[in-house]
T-cell receptor
Framework: EAGVAQSPRYKIIEKRQSVAFWCNPISGHATLYWYQQILGQGPKLLIQFQNNGVVDDSQLPKDRFSAERLKGVDSTLKIQPAKLEDSAVYLC????????????FGPGTRLLVL | SQKIEQNSEALNIQEGKTATLTCNYTNYSPAYLQWYRQDPGRGPVFLLLIRENEKEKRKERLKVTFDTTLKQSLFHITASQPADSATYLCALDDTNAGKSTFGDGTTLTVKP
């Protein structure tokens, strides 16, 4: 069984630029999550999808972050414009159904904003 | 306010000893709690899940306890090996919010 795929693995941008991350979850997993992990901290949930609907985006900075999940499969997370404090690892995870179960994580995208 | 606290300091132990990591929480009523392992440059990997009505769960050299009265989970690795060196995260089921919330993790180093 293939795991959660993410790309790119690394990205360096200047502040005020835009950036997009892509995630392909495990086949058949209905729930998809995007997390932000700052160095030395645990993952913080940004947005949770159930199929292609948003379940929770309460911690997503909506003035600069956006996310979509097309056809209930792949997802993209965008930051526009980026700030220095957005430097972090962006993790995508998926789970089979309800969103409160074991999550399977991708390798993450490490973003550095200069 | 809600809070999840894991060992504030990194944990260094000698190979062969038992490592014990703690996860304390306040203002949560989790139906279950999970432990994940995270290696540098990688995403977290699920290890164990323990439910509120379970006192203890074991998997090979791993043991988790869950005390809902003390609001605490303990994670034990027996006969530790250098390959167990990693960051260990606890994740609480936030029943009211319908999601899991992660602690900041404890970094374990096992020295040969």
């Amino acid at each position: 069984e293939a795991g959660v795929a993410q790309s790119p693995r690394y990205k360096i941008i200047e502040k005020r630029q835009s950036v997009a991350f892509w995630c392909n979850p495990i086949s058949g997993h209905a729930t998809l999550y995007w997390y932000q992990q700052i160095l030395g901290q645990g993952p913080k949930l940004l947005i949770q999808f159930q199929n292609n609907g948003v379940v929770d985006d309460s911690q997503l900075p909506k003035d600069r972050f956006s996310a979509e999940r097309l056809k209930g499969v792949d997802s993209t997370l965008k930051i526009q414009p980026a700030k220095l404090e957005d430097s972090a690892v962006y993790l995508c995870a998926s789970s089979f159904s309800t969103g409160r179960e074991t999550q399977y994580f991708g390798p993450g995208t490490r973003l550095l904003v200069l | 306010s809600q809070k999840i606290e894991q060992n504030s300091e990194a944990l260094n132990i000698q190979e062969g000893k038992t490592a014990t990591l703690t996860c304390n929480y306040t203002n949560y009523s989790p139906a279950y709690l999970q432990w994940y392992r995270q290696d540098p440059g990688r995403g977290p990997v699920f290890l164990l899940l323990i439910r509120e009505n379970e006192k203890e769960k074991r998997k090979e050299r791993l043991k988790v306890t869950f005390d809902t009265t003390l609001k605490q989970s303990l994670f034990h690795i027996t006969a530790s090996q250098p390959a167990d060196s990693a960051t260990y995260l606890c994740a609480l089921d936030d029943t009211n919010a319908g999601k899991s919330t992660f602690g900041d993790g404890t970094t374990l180093t096992v020295k040969p």
